[in-house]
T-cell receptor
Framework: AQRVTQPEKLLSVFKGAPVELKCNYS??????LFWYVQYSRQRLQLLLR??SRESIKGFTADLNKGETSFHLKKPFAQEEDSAMYYC????????????FGQGTELSVKP | DSGVTQTPKHLITATGQRVTLRCSPRSGDLSVYWYQQSLDQGLQFLIQ???????AKGNILERFSAQQFPDLHSELNLSSLELGDSALYFC??????????????FGPGTRLTVL
């Protein structure tokens, strides 16, 4: 079964500290992985997709097929990074629907 | 604003009632997706339409139905409402049928409260 697991409900760090938001997935096939961010119950915004290998707002994520993980990292957290972060899995063969993890709330303290 | 729009923003209704949520996709996008966000279930995919036709279905209840019209806007109908249907309902759109290069753009959501 397709599944996305984000083991941490809440992650609290101080400004300037490194951040790693964990995401593990289970999927039989070639997954398409994304990170979405939601600020204060606003609309979800795409942060990263695994194929692009780019850095957005200082965040990066690497797909590790061996460990079936797609962890989100940032070397130095900023207060404005405080938000809900959702890892999501997609499959073109199933219409491109997104399967979301439960989300991790990141709180960056001054 | 050429992004995804949803109306209404908030909806308060009673158990047993029926409501309709409306979504207008981004200009040019052919796919519309509906998601439900609740505290206990998280974000769950409900249904996808592509150019007027149903393309994929998630764990959508039989009491719920959706359609996409020729002008590509979509409506999600929720009937015989229960307390547990209270949630934030998001609509998203994308240019094609789905896939890696087919980013989904989300609307602001409709907050449904069933009393």
């Amino acid at each position: 079964a397709q599944r996305v697991t984000q083991p941490e409900k809440l992650l609290s760090v101080f400004k300037g500290a490194p951040v790693e938001l964990k995401c593990n997935y289970s999927y039989s096939g070639s997954p398409e992985l994304f990170w979405y961010v939601q600020y204060s119950r606003q609309r979800l915004q795409l942060l990263l997709r695994h194929i692009s290998r780019e850095s957005i707002k200082g965040f990066t994520a690497d797909l590790n097929k061996g460990e079936t993980s797609f962890h989100l990292k940032k070397p130095f957290a900023q207060e404005e990074d405080s938000a809900m972060y959702y890892c999501a899995l997609s499959s073109y063969n199933q219409g491109g629907k997104l399967i979301f993890g439960q989300g991790t709330e990141l709180s960056v303290k001054p | 604003d050429s992004g995804v729009t949803q109306t209404p923003k908030h909806l308060i209704t009673a158990t047993g009632q029926r409501v309709t949520l409306r979504c207008s996709p981004r200009s040019g996008d052919l796919s519309v997706y509906w998601y439900q966000q609740s505290l206990d279930q998280g974000l769950q995919f409900l249904i996808q339409y592509y150019n007027g036709e149903e393309r994929a279905k998630g764990n959508i209840l039989e009491r719920f139905s959706a359609q996409q019209f020729p002008d590509l806007h979509s409506e999600l109908n929720l009937s015989s409402l229960e307390l547990g249907d209270s949630a934030l309902y998001f609509c998203a759109s994308s240019p094609g049928r789905g896939g890696l290069y087919n980013e989904q753009f989300f609307g602001p959501g409709t907050r449904l409260t069933v009393l």
